[in-house]
């Protein structure tokens, strides 16, 4: 018999109702999550990183470039997203971190998905509270730096991987060729959003690295 280093079994069927009650608990975390991090956002003012960050940005999409191929260490895609970002939104302490403010609070459905997905909707449930009000994503969730991009991109890319070998471990019977559709769909995601990880810091490889450990050690026990 063959074993398997990670099985991924379908959710449960449950009622609408339950499933309804399900969601609606999740959208009150995200708002509680939303509303935490907006408390006191414009308290302090902006600390040295965010600073550099605003200054480092606010120059010339040319400039800013040409500082990050040959000046800067950083990837690419944080700083000039926060270019366009301070030209919509202006430059004040609110306006600098309700990026941060998104991000860390989209980690919350996210959390909740991938709990779901390992274990449970329980511990998915209980998984999206932890995150709703865990210190460390709420600091990053009011910091301007690009911690708070990370930890959504690397919780997605977690889940993407998850969806794509569900997909992979449990197909469908479909003359339709829906199931092949969908593990090419979920495969391009998370190539797109490893990418989008990278091109934010270079700390998301430890993620996409441990992640295709997994899927080569769950190949290779398949064998």
Not at 196 to 212: C, E, I, K, R, V
Request: hydrophobic letters at 50%.
């Amino acid at each position: 018999m063959k074993e398997k280093y990670l099985s991924l079994q379908p959710l449960p069927n449950v009622g609408k109702g339950r499933v309804t009650s399900t969601w609606v608990a999740i959208i009150i975390l995200t708002l509680g999550a939303f509303a935490l991090h907006l408390y006191r956002l414009p308290y302090s003012s902006l600390r040295g990183d965010e600073a550099f960050d605003v200054l480092f940005a606010s120059q010339s999409l040319g400039e800013v470039f040409y500082q990050l191929r040959f000046v800067q260490p950083y990837p690419p895609l944080f700083h000039t997203g926060l270019h366009f970002w301070l030209t919509v939104a202006g430059s004040s302490e609110v306006a600098v971190r309700f990026w941060a403010v998104l991000c860390a609070t989209l980690v919350v459905p996210i959390i909740y998905v991938l709990g779901s997905l390992l274990f449970s909707r329980q511990v998915g449930l209980i998984s999206a509270l932890l995150a709703a009000v865990n210190p460390f994503i709420h600091w990053w969730g009011q910091d301007a730096h690009f911690y708070a991009q990370l930890i959504a991109l690397t919780a997605l890319l977690n889940v993407i991987a998850l969806r794509f070998w569900r997909a992979e471990e449990h197909p469908q019977s479909n003359p339709k060729g829906q199931d092949r559709r969908q593990v090419i769909l979920l495969g391009g995601l998370y190539v797109l959003v490893a990418l989008f990880s990278f091109l934010t810091h270079y700390f998301a490889y430890f993620t996409w690295g441990a992640l295709n450990l997994v899927a080569i050690v769950q190949t290779l026990r398949r064998h």
